[in-house]
């Protein structure tokens, strides 16, 4: 069951959703509005193989006046915020407002799961140049409850800070 604006404020409120720093204001009908962080990396448009980790990542610090990110391109971001819950489930979606710009975020890999607490890494693509800028709002972050017994994640992400690569290669068969 999806929870409410209202319910994720009054979860957070009680401890079970983490949400730092929360923003009142941010609070949606049914989801929470999540910020662009300050940090992104330029993948580039060279070939990657998921044996290996990528090569030749820069991170870059978004500037005050923001970043013009080009198509073709694989982006990877953060969230401003640090998300999550040890009870719910969530999921990371881009706004209407940005993806009416060509912009998409988390078109592949939107789920977080229970008792991962982070600070999301976001896929970015852009249909055409787009300026974003640090601390935008970008997406949003829906909860769910979950049925059956609650298993904390504890994958390859875990414990993320920041704009964290592929590590499908932690675990890549020869």
């Known amino acids: 069951m999806l929870l ?32 662009l962080g300050r940090q992104l990396v330029n993948c580039g448009s060279t070939m990657f193989d998921a044996r290996r980790p990528l090569d030749r990542l820069e991170p870059i610090d978004i500037p005050a006046d923001g970043i013009l990110l080009q198509p073709n391109r694989l982006y990877l971001g953060e969230t401003l915020e640090v998300i999550g819950s040890y009870r719910y489930a969530c ?27 982070i600070r999301w890494t976001l896929e970015i693509r852009v249909s055409q140049p787009v300026r974003l800028r640090p601390a935008m709002m970008i997406g949003k972050v829906a909860f769910w409850s979950v049925n059956g017994d609650v298993v904390q994640y504890d994958g390859r992400y875990a414990n993320s800070v920041a704009v964290t690569q592929s590590r499908l290669f932690d675990g890549a068969a020869p």
């Open 4 to 35: 409410t604006g209202a319910e994720i404020a009054r979860q957070h409120r009680s401890g079970a959703i983490a949400i730092e720093p929360f923003e009142a204001s941010q609070v949606e009908q049914n989801s929470y509005g999540f910020r």
């Open 91 to 117: 999921e990371l979606y881009g706004t209407l407002s940005i993806a009416a710009l060509g912009v998409w975020i988390q078109v592949s890999a939107p789920l977080g799961h229970t008792g991962a607490i």
